[in-house]
């Protein structure tokens, strides 16, 4: 298959009512997006669950009510960006058990591929652990989460239309 033909994953979170929504997994644009605006957000999430074993989707549930109840904004992005429309006030709106089905969905459909949530969730935490320890790297990604910002502005494309 061609990189152009690429199409996510999805899965549809049903809100009830016959209202639901599809959620895809997160790219790497989108965690760009999310460190930006919720790098102490992240970094605190981390830390308390760093001690955490996630090895299969069925243990990311206590992982997503932590980050639901210490973070909701950055819950509630994560949803938007998923969701791929509307924004984070949008996903805030949703009852908490939707958003905990919604970001445990999200969190399999964004770790499959790379080995499962166990992994994924180990080379992110490496990466936040590299990056919070390193200026120089912190710097560095700030500046290419700035620049990217900028090359999307650029090219038309606004913050909320890359949620």
């Known amino acids: ?16 009512a016959g209202n639901s929504f599809d959620v895809k997994g997160l790219s790497l644009m989108d965690l760009a997006t999310l460190i ?16 955490v074993e996630v090895q299969a989707i069925d243990e990311l549930q206590p992982v997503v009510i932590a980050i639901v109840s210490q973070a909701p904004g950055l819950a509630a992005n ?8 509307g924004d984070a006030s949008d996903a805030e709106k949703l009852p908490a058990p939707i958003q905990v089905q919604a970001l445990v969905e999200i969190g399999h ?3 499959a591929e790379v080995g499962g949530v166990g992994k994924a969730w180990e080379m992110v935490a490496d990466l936040l652990k590299t990056t919070k320890k390193n200026p120089v ?12 910002a900028k090359a999307r502005s ?8 890359a949620m």
């Open 1 to 16: 298959m061609p990189l152009a033909g690429y199409k996510p994953e999805s899965k549809t979170i049903s809100v009830g």
């Open 154 to 161: 650029s090219a038309g494309i606004t913050a909320s239309a």
């Open 78 to 85: 994560v949803i938007a960006l998923a969701a791929g429309e």
């Open 36 to 51: 930006r605006v919720h790098m102490p957000d992240m970094e605190a999430v981390f830390d308390l669950v760093s001690g």
């Open 109 to 111: 459909l964004t770790f």
């Open 137 to 148: 790297l912190t710097g560095n990604v700030k500046e290419a989460v700035r620049r990217a």
